[in-house]
């Protein structure tokens, strides 16, 4: 009788702990980077999306965000190098992005396909996801 106990114990904890957790948990979360043109993430760069998402891009670039149409504010004061959105295999092309104050518009790899924008130094730039 006991090893039928377990047997039912062991069988019914998944579906126990499937039911475990946050009501809020985020089924459309997704991460892309921010990268130079050699792919290298772009470190602590601060960024604060629609969705709640914000933070500081990790040594990898990376910057989560809710796939179901968040905008993201990037502070790219300091930066100078061309950026790059990119996900896990190439460039994100097709994004919209504002940056201020320079004013400077577009669409990310509007030009070459390579997830690129334009920005000027200390620029806060605005992309839709």
Same mark, same amino acid.
């Given at each position: 009788?006991?090893?039928?106990?377990?047997?039912?114990?062991?069988?019914?904890?998944?579906? *126990?702990?499937?039911?475990? &957790?946050?009501?809020?948990?985020?089924?459309?979360?997704?991460?892309?980077? @921010? #990268?130079?043109?050699? &792919?290298?993430?772009?470190?602590?760069?601060?960024?604060?999306?629609?969705?709640?998402?914000?933070?500081? #891009?990790?040594?990898?670039?990376?910057?989560?965000?809710?796939?179901?149409?968040?905008?993201?504010?990037?502070? @790219?004061?300091?930066?100078?190098?061309? @950026?790059?959105?990119?996900?896990?295999?190439? &460039?994100?092309?097709?994004?919209?992005?504002?940056?201020?104050?320079? &004013?400077?518009?577009?669409? #990310?790899?509007? *030009?070459?396909?390579?997830?690129?924008?334009?920005?000027?130094?200390?620029?806060?730039?605005?992309?839709? @996801?």
């Amino acid at each position: 009788m006991k090893k039928f106990q377990w047997l039912v114990f062991a069988i019914g904890i998944p579906f *126990f702990m499937a039911g475990c &957790g946050s009501s809020s948990t985020r089924s459309s979360y997704d991460v892309y980077y @921010l #990268t130079d043109d050699m &792919g290298n993430g772009i470190e602590n760069i601060a960024y604060t999306c629609d969705s709640g998402e914000e933070g500081y #891009t990790d040594s990898h670039g990376a910057f989560g965000f809710d796939v179901a149409g968040d905008s993201c504010l990037f502070d @790219l004061a300091g930066e100078s190098e061309d @950026l790059y959105i990119m996900d896990e295999f190439s &460039g994100i092309n097709g994004l919209e992005y504002l940056c201020s104050p320079s &004013g400077i518009s577009g669409v #990310t790899g509007d *030009f070459f396909g390579d997830g690129s924008f334009d920005y000027e130094v200390d620029d806060i730039c605005r992309i839709d @996801l």
